[in-house]
């Protein structure tokens, strides 16, 4: 495939992308649901009320045109954004749209230039447009909540000391966020923040909770509800909670140590036969082309594919410890 071929695809697809942003327009159902929520926010009587109603309008009034087109390309719009505020990062859902596509036509486009043939090079291309920048979020989910986990029990730590001394907890949350550098100071500021605009101590707690989806932080929620409700010392309650936390990390790393031998053999094992099959096609491709043409081959090798994806979330499974 000689490069005006690739230049014609690759002007098609811009070409769809521009239509889409065009002519998409707004949606029906979803322009019903605004109105009806900014009816209600209108009468709304309780203070949450008014400040979510607010925080929607400036967000409403935020996003443009095309950034929302592009948004509402992405199936499960509301999990992708979410997984995109778990980073920590400043970025958008039209921004990981725009990677999304990126992905695609760079890789696509190098394969198809390397005279890869094309159900191949666009196979590639969908897995690298899709799963890179959702593998790339992952990882850094995992490595904020990682760096959240590790600093949280001196968090805690921070709490009791504070109350111990006299502060009233909102106090002990401020002086949190201003001592621990990282994710810890950053969701405990955006808790004070909700606070100090009319909020719940609870309700600030659990968005926290819900954004961050980690037991730790869900034990920590659940202790200041409960000692509110029914009193107790929440000094000492707090310190037992840290102890806790602290164990349950010693032994996640204890059955990450004994695990990884297993893990080591899976990864081993999964990339085998993609190794192989990139070695005899970089030296004879001839003698792997029937997988893309003939369709007795091309069932044998999904039916593969299939057949490894299981295998793989067996073991997967298998050394899944819940904690």
């Not at 198809?112 to 899709?130: K, Q």
């Not at 990882?139 to 959240?148: D, E, G, N, S, Y």
């Not at 996640?252 to 070695?279: Q, R, T």
Request: glycine share 8%; with cysteine; aromatic share 8%.
């Amino acid at each position: 495939m000689n490069l005006s071929v690739i230049l014609i695809i690759a002007a098609a697809f811009l070409a769809f992308v521009v239509l889409v942003i065009l002519l998409g327009g707004p949606s029906v159902a979803k322009a019903k649901t605004r109105r009806l929520a900014t009816v209600k926010d209108r009468h709304a009587a309780s203070t949450e009320a008014v400040v979510a109603a607010q925080m929607r309008k400036t967000i409403q009034t935020g996003s443009g045109d095309t950034n929302a087109v592009l948004s509402s390309l992405v199936p499960r719009r509301e999990l992708m954004e979410l997984r995109i505020r778990r980073t920590g990062k400043p970025w958008t859902l039209s921004q990981y749209t725009f990677a999304t596509m990126g992905g695609f036509v760079v890789a696509a486009g190098l394969l198809l230039m390397l005279r890869t043939p094309l159900p191949l090079a666009l196979l590639v291309g969908v897995f690298v447009g899709v799963g890179g920048p959702y593998w790339y979020l992952g990882r850094l989910i995992a490595k904020r909540v990682a760096a959240f986990n590790t600093r949280f029990p001196d968090a805690i730590d921070l709490c009791v000391r504070g109350l111990k001394s006299g502060l009233p907890v909102t106090e002990t949350f401020q002086v949190v966020s201003q001592e621990l550098p990282g994710p810890v100071g950053e969701e405990f500021k955006g808790v004070v923040e909700r606070i100090r605009i009319g909020n719940t101590m609870e309700a600030a707690l659990q968005e926290s909770a819900n954004m961050l989806g980690t037991p730790e932080f869900q034990f920590f929620c659940i202790t200041i509800a409960i000692q509110r409700e029914t009193g107790g010392n929440l000094a000492e309650t707090l310190a037992n909670l840290s102890d806790v936390l602290r164990k349950r990390a010693q032994m996640k790393l204890k059955i990450k140590a004994m695990s990884s031998e297993a893990k080591a053999s899976a990864y081993i094992v999964g990339a085998l036969p993609f190794f192989v099959f990139g070695i005899v096609w970089m030296m004879n491709p001839d003698y792997l082309a029937g997988f893309f043409s003939e369709e007795r081959l091309i069932v044998t090798g999904l039916g593969g594919l299939v057949w490894m994806s299981i295998g793989a979330f067996i073991m997967k499974k298998m050394i899944s410890f819940e904690i």
